[in-house]
């Protein structure tokens, strides 16, 4: 079993910027990837950047591209997502997921990854 405790949400004005964290704990050495998703009111789960693990190659959702960075701390087992420029459109419910089914290449990030582990989300609002 794997654990994720996201952290870093808040309030920030449009313009802004904000890093999620997301700490790994329990059968982590079998982690091959990592992403970010969101869910605003009313609609349904997005993916916004997905990592592999440990090689660090991403994928972005078109919305962020340009405004997001997804990281990875490989000695903290722990993933970050860098959102800089937010727009009110950005406001969800920010989760963290990992998976370990056995991967390889681009299959290990593609956008079409399937998640076993979730955390429990952190809200992220963009509001003046």
């Known amino acids: 079993q794997v654990q994720l405790v996201e952290s870093g949400g808040g309030l920030v004005q449009p313009g802004g910027s904000l890093r999620l964290s997301c700490a790994a704990s329990?059968?982590?050495?079998?982690?091959?990837?990592m992403g970010w998703y969101r869910q605003a009111p009313g609609k349904q789960r997005e993916l916004v950047a997905t990592?592999?693990?440990?090689?660090?190659?991403?994928y972005y959702a078109d919305s962020v591209k340009g405004r997001f960075t997804i990281s990875k701390d490989n000695a903290k087992n722990t993933v970050y997502l860098q959102m800089n420029s937010l727009k009110p459109e950005d406001t969800a419910v920010y989760y963290c997921?990992?998976?370990?089914?056995?991967?390889?290449?681009?299959?290990?990030?593609?956008?079409?990854?399937?998640?076993?582990?979730w955390g429990q989300g952190t809200q992220v609002t963009v509001s003046s």
């Open positions: 997921a990992a998976d370990d089914d056995d991967c390889s290449g681009i299959g290990c990030y593609a956008p079409s990854r399937r998640y076993a582990y």
């Open positions: 329990g059968s982590i050495f079998s982690i091959n990837a």
């Open positions: 990592i592999s693990w440990p090689g660090g190659s991403t």
